[in-house]
């Protein structure tokens, strides 16, 4: 399993826009083969700044993803409102 995990910062006061997009799009997302779990989070403390966490069955599944169709939908629902790049990293469990 690998965990995607994507800092996003929206532009701030464009946060609630940003949900509205997260939520329509998130089924281009969610009907991804290799896809285990997706979770939106939103900052407390810094209201523009918004955590995913996407659990893969593997870094080529992700990639898979990326590559397809649905990740223009995806985009397309939530990238007007960045701030700047999303940071994203993946990690591994430990065993």
């Known amino acids: 399993m ?3 995990v994507a800092l996003i910062d929206v532009t701030p006061g ?3 826009d940003f949900e509205a997009g997260y939520r329509q799009a998130k089924q281009a997302l969610a009907s991804s083969e290799g896809l285990r779990s997706i979770r939106m ?3 407390i403390e810094t209201p ?3 955590v995913l966490l996407v659990e893969w069955d593997s870094l080529d599944a992700h990639q898979a993803f ?3 169709d649905r990740f ?3 985009r397309a629902g939530i990238g007007p409102h960045f701030a ?3 940071h994203v990293e ?3 469990d430990l065993d």
């Open 90 to 92: 993946h990690f591994a």
């Open 2 to 4: 690998v965990l995607e």
């Open 48 to 50: 523009s700044r918004f």
């Open 72 to 74: 223009a939908v995806w």
């Open 66 to 68: 990326r590559d397809s």
């Open 14 to 16: 464009a946060e609630d």
């Open 84 to 86: 700047g790049p999303p």
């Open 41 to 43: 989070t939103h900052g």
